[in-house]
């Protein structure tokens, strides 16, 4: 029987409508969900928690950090840009925390635009709030609610060139923030025509690539599927690993059944 990787895919958090309700909720964009099943994974949303964060981790074997809401510019140590989002502390937090420790557990990691711009953060990077001002243009988001397409060049040898190549053209970007200061650690990947950068990785991790556009909207899904085959290959190690073998007996005492 073929392995099913579980990804985890991170949550938006806010308000919603639906048939007659208008309610806070937490939600993914179902293309996400088509992308990790289009690569052989399985799909679980996670909402944003402060706590728990191990067991979330034990029951995955990858995650994407998905898009959304800009990050609060008080947690890299910056001032309020007036067209920063509002902020969203509690997701803020809880995804740093989560990310923080799949790194350190090297969860193979796939961080799309705003979790592309977390990763940076937490190495203690910081954003550019306002990229039009920096580069004379709207090129990244030039319709709210509509992706605009652009290429990028990918250095090469990198684990982004090794998956897409050193040029790919068309991608799907919706953002109106960059990365200023690079974080520790991490190498820069891929850059837009305009010189904005649009991807980051971690070498020292199995699998830890960000990228500022949105591969989940592509019909490419090479990306999608290297973090699959990465997760089950992650899955295999740990569950012929004695240390790991109690997390799925504790699932069975809950009355749940440990995936195959």
Same mark, same amino acid.
């Given at each position: /029987?073929? *392995?099913? !990787? ?27 969900? *088509? ?5 052989? =994974?399985?799909?679980? %949303? &996670?909402?944003?928690?402060?706590? #728990? ?17 800009? $990050? ?12 920063? @989002? ?46 039009? *001002?920096?580069? =004379?243009?709207? =090129? ?5 609610? $509509? ?6 060049? &990918?250095?090469? =040898? ?33 850059? #837009? ?8 990785? @971690? ?13 989940? /909207? ?9 973090? %699959? ?30 995936? !195959?």
């Amino acid at each position: /029987m073929r *392995e099913t !990787p579980l990804i985890g895919i991170t949550a938006y958090a806010q308000p919603a409508r639906w048939g007659a309700w208008d309610l806070p909720a937490a939600l993914v964009p179902l293309h996400y969900v *088509e992308s990790v099943e289009r690569a052989g =994974g399985r799909a679980l %949303v &996670v909402p944003p928690s402060v706590g #728990a964060v191990d067991e979330t981790l034990d029951v995955l074997d990858g995650i994407v950090f998905s898009g959304g809401i800009d $990050v609060d510019p008080a947690v890299y140590g910056a001032e309020r840009h007036p067209a920063t @989002d509002p902020a969203q502390a509690h997701r803020d937090t809880a995804e740093l925390a989560l990310l923080e420790r799949a790194l350190e557990r090297d969860v193979p990691t796939l961080a799309v635009c705003r979790g592309f711009q977390l990763l940076n953060i937490l190495r203690g990077g910081d954003l550019i709030q306002h990229l039009p *001002e920096h580069l =004379g243009h709207e =090129g990244h988001r030039e319709t709210p609610g $509509v992706f605009s397409e652009h290429p990028v060049e &990918v250095k090469g =040898g990198t684990r982004l060139a090794g998956i897409i190549g050193e040029r790919h053209d068309g991608v799907k970007s919706s953002h109106h923030q960059g990365v200023g200061r690079v974080g520790e650690g991490l190498v820069e990947t891929a850059w #837009a025509e305009d010189g904005s950068l649009e991807a980051l990785e @971690d070498p020292s991790r199995r699998f830890a690539v960000g990228v500022l556009w949105h591969p989940e /909207m592509e019909e490419d899904k090479r990306l999608f599927a290297a973090l %699959v085959g990465e997760a089950r290959r992650y899955r295999a190690e740990r569950r012929s690993s004695p240390s790991t073998s109690s997390t799925f007996a504790d699932l069975g005492d809950l009355g749940l059944r440990a995936p !195959p």
